[in-house]
């Protein structure tokens, strides 16, 4: 059994920062793409940045330059730093991974977690 457990969260003034992990556990060979996403209250979810099993990044616009998405294969950890942070970041954030199991590929969600920036 695979499990997605992110971690660091919390409440945070504008313009501060936090770093969130993704680590996963269980049996598997790999970890190919990893994605975080968040939801705001009442909107939907969406993309935030993706990082493939090679390292190449992919950000949201409104994460450019602000948000950056590293991965540590040694501990099958994947991160997520926010720099900068806006009201407008609240949200829950989840991470996603496309892992290679025996049986072939498999999508998995992490629990989420909350990111509150408030003064």
Request: charged share 15%.
């Amino acid at each position: 059994q695979v499990q997605l457990v992110e971690s660091g969260g919390g409440l945070v003034q504008p313009g501060g920062s936090l770093r969130l992990s993704c680590a996963a556990s269980g049996n598997f060979f790999s970890i190919n793409t990893v994605g975080w996403y968040r939801q705001p209250p009442g909107q939907l979810r969406e993309l935030v940045a993706t990082i493939t099993g090679g390292g190449s990044t992919n950000y949201a616009d409104f994460v450019r330059g602000r948000f950056a998405i590293s991965r540590d294969s040694a501990k099958n950890t994947v991160y997520l730093q926010m720099n900068s942070l806006d009201p407008e970041d609240t949200a829950v954030y989840y991470c996603n991974a496309l892992i290679k199991e025996l049986t072939g590929m498999y999508d998995y969600w992490g629990q989420g977690t909350q990111v509150t920036v408030s003064s």
